[in-house]
């Protein structure tokens, strides 16, 4: 008995110390050039209000949850749903950083930087997991790139496609 218990303890040792080597911060990235004034991006993005339109984020929360997300009436920076909140936290010239908040009550930051190449403008968008010692959040954090990722890619071309739509007018 003393063997197996002895056995025990150390596998969870030993786990611990394999997810500890994991990092405790990551990022998912990704980028779309935009052939639209890179002011008029930034207004779009800056506007929580107008994330329906292209933010699959956003969509696919809505799909599920019956139509109940929305912003709060008249207000850019919040959105509210019974599982997901995002909140814009600042603005600058070159970027917009928000942070979102889950239903279990985990959050990350959402980065949009932006830049302007040859006449275009560039959208980074990063999303930022802070995660905790947890073995099994390390583990889970392996799925995260492959499960926002395409949201995110997506979501990118559909602002491209709505803000060249708009500029081409």
Known sequence: MKLIIASVIILFGVVIFLFALFPADMSITRIVRINAPKDSVWKEVGDLRTWIKW???????????????????????????????????????????????????????????????????????????HLHWYPWEKLASMYYDKELGPLMEHSLVNLRNVMENAHSR
């Open 55 to 129: 933010n699959e984020l956003i969509q696919v929360r809505r799909r599920t949850n019956s139509g109940n997300m929305n912003t709060r009436r008249g207000d850019s920076n919040h959105i509210n749903s019974t599982d997901l909140k995002v909140y814009l936290l600042r603005k600058t010239a070159d970027s917009v950083i928000t942070k979102w908040e889950g239903g279990s009550a985990k959050s990350f930051l959402g980065n949009y930087i932006f830049f302007e190449d040859h006449g275009e403008v560039v959208v980074q968008w990063n999303l930022e997991f």
